[in-house]
């Protein structure tokens, strides 16, 4: 669910693990990529590895805390229109369960 997800794959593959390989959206650049890099770069991953038995791409947008809205929509729609499942972190911690809005 972290960065180099293509490297992820590879070294999963290469052992014969199974694995589901998360593509990270950020509303921020990283080294891996920027903001729209991480669409285009996991898309391509998902191309990649869409016929294979033991690798399953997924959206991962890190938080709701480090997402936007418009990317968070973004990633329904393409889960919508792709298959692919989309993972999150929610709640972390038990104080922000607890939490009251």
């Known amino acids: ?19 589901c390989i998360g593509v990270p959206i950020l509303m921020f650049p990283t080294r891996w990529a920027d903001p729209e890099e991480y669409f285009t770069k996991g898309q391509q991953l998902a191309h990649d ?11 991962a947008p890190h938080s709701p805390y480090a997402t936007t809205d418009e990317q968070l929509l973004r990633i329904k729609t ?6 692919l ?5 929610v709640h972390e911690t038990e104080g922000e369960v607890k939490l009251e809005y």
Request: charged share 25%; glycine share 4%.
């Open 49 to 59: 590895y869409k016929d294979d038995k033991l690798i399953t791409v997924s959206w």
């Open 85 to 89: 499942i989309c993972q999150m972190h």
């Open 78 to 83: 393409l889960c919508e229109d792709t298959g």
């Open 1 to 19: 669910m972290y960065f180099y997800p293509e490297e992820s794959a590879k070294v999963v593959k290469n052992v014969g693990m199974r694995a």
